[in-house]
Every structure is written in C-alpha cells, then in structure tokens.
C-alpha cells in the first residue's frame, strides 16, 4: 500500500465518507485496468455513499416512530383477509391521502391485522421522510393526562400536533372518561385537517359512544376523525388464531 493511497483513504475516514473508503480500492483496481473513467467511479462511489446515507436516514426515522414492531404491507397476506380491499390499502403506500390530510381508520376485532397494516403504511411514510409516530391510545392518554396536571397540555399537543403521521392504536380497548375523552378531543381538533391520523380501533364507529360515555365529546371526535378518512373494516378470521391450528 502506498502511502498517498494511505492518506487517501485517512482523508475519506476523516470526512466520514465510510463507504467511499471501503469501496475504494475495488474502484482503483478497475480504474488502473481502464474498465471504468475516473468520472463513471466517482459516480458510483459518491452513488453507494448517498444510499447508504439515506438508508441510515430512514432507520433513524423508523426508530423514533417507536413502532412495536417492524410490519410491512408487503407481509401481509391479504388472501387470507378478503374483506380487505388490497389495491385501496396498497395505495396508502404513495401517501396520497397524507398529502391530503385524509386519516385511516382500521375498525376489527383483535388478530385481525390492524396493528400490522397501520404500522406498514406508517413505515411507508418513514421511508419517505415523513416525521412518524406510533403510541398506544391508552399510553397517550395517560401523557396527555399528566401533561395537563403539570399545566404543560398546550405543549404535549403540539408536540402530538406536529408529526406528519400520528398512529392511534387501540382506541376502545379500555374505556376512556370524561377528562380522557377531552384531551383526546383536543389532539385529533389540532391535527384535523393539517395533518392524517391512523386509529385503530375494535369497536364499531357506532359503538363509540360507550367507549367515551358522553355522547357529545364522541360526536365531536368522530366528526373530525371520519370527515375526510378511509375506514376500513376488517370482518375476517383472526391471523392468530389461524396460526394455532
Ligand atoms: P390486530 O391489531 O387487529 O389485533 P395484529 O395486526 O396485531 O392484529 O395482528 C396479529 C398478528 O398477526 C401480527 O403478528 C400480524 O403481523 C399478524 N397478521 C395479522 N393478519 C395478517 C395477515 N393477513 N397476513 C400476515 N400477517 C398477519
Ligand atoms: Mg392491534
């Protein structure tokens, strides 16, 4: 090894250009043979640096999303699940309905994949840059909650506010009271119509207003949730079940 390669190669660590420096000497080899011009090696060099750099980009986007679990849409085997339109849920993946604040709304009984695909069109929107979260209704109700009695709300909801995509998971798996039901009002009222927000839920629409037990807070989320949003309604078979058999 030469010791002007050598420095080379310190140069590219220095400046961070990792995979420049580890595909170097590859490049060299090709370039010395003249089977690539210095232009054509540069080119993929700077090429696979970019990729990697924005691969790193969307992991770290994916990881504070806080997802569960990693789930795509492409995992998921909508044979198995008729009752879900497969094209309408694939479409989620160009963020159009983001684009136009439109939010999703996943309603079915437990195994049935509404958890999976919210995740999946939330990694979708990871991938496209786009500021993510995933939270358990009950966990944000309870930030919300102790937000409020430290006088801090108007800065929780902003910061809730803000992503570009909040995922909701579990609404109706516990029941929500009154003051719950208010804050939660106040986090969907500050995202309606600015940013989209995915629920899922295993109740029926209808059948939130046991959920909240207060029939005018229900209408007013409901309002704003269900204005301008895809529901879709899984009436399959659970996928775990499925898998114990
Ligand atoms: P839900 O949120 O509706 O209760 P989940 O999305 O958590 O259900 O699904 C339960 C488990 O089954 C998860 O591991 C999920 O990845 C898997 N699963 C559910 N439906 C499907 C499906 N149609 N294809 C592949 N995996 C599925
Ligand atoms: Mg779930």
Redo the contacts with the bound molecule.
């Keep these: 090894m030469t010791s002007r390669f050598q420095e080379l190669m310190n140069n590219l660590e220095q400046l961070r250009l990792t995979k420049m420096s580890a595909y170097l000497p590859e490049y060299l080899d090709q370039i010395n043979g003249k089977q690539l011009s210095f232009t054509e090696a540069m080119l993929n060099l700077t090429k696979a640096e970019l990729d990697w750099r924005q691969g790193e980009h969307v992991d770290r986007i994916i990881k504070r999303a806080r997802f569960p679990?990693v789930?795509l849409l492409k995992?998921?085997?909508?044979?198995?699940?008729p009752s879900?339109n497969r094209q309408l849920v694939m479409s989620f993946q160009d963020l159009a309905f983001l684009e136009k604040h439109e939010n999703l709304i996943?309603i079915?009984?437990?195994?049935?994949?509404?958890?999976?695909?919210?995740?999946g069109v939330g990694i979708a929107a990871c991938q496209q840059n786009k500021r993510t979260l995933f939270v358990n209704c009950h966990e944000l109700l309870l930030r919300l909650g102790a937000a409020y009695k430290k006088g801090t709300l108007d800065r929780c909801i902003r910061r809730y506010a803000r992503y570009d995509l909040l995922i909701i998971?579990?609404i109706g798996y516990l029941p929500i009271d009154h003051d719950e039901a208010n804050l939660l009002f106040q986090l969907i009222n500050a995202r309606y119509e600015v940013h989209s927000t995915i629920i899922?839920s295993?109740s029926e629409l209808s059948t939130w207003v046991e959920i909240f037990q207060n029939p005018t807070v229900t209408s007013a989320i409901l309002d704003r949730l269900v204005h301008r949003a895809h529901v879709i309604k899984?009436t399959?078979k659970?996928?775990?079940l499925?898998?114990q058999n």
């Design positions: 679990q789930k995992a998921f085997d909508f044979d198995f699940q879900v996943f079915g009984s437990p195994g049935v994949g509404k958890t999976h695909l919210a995740i998971d579990e899922t295993n899984i399959g659970s996928y775990r499925k898998q």
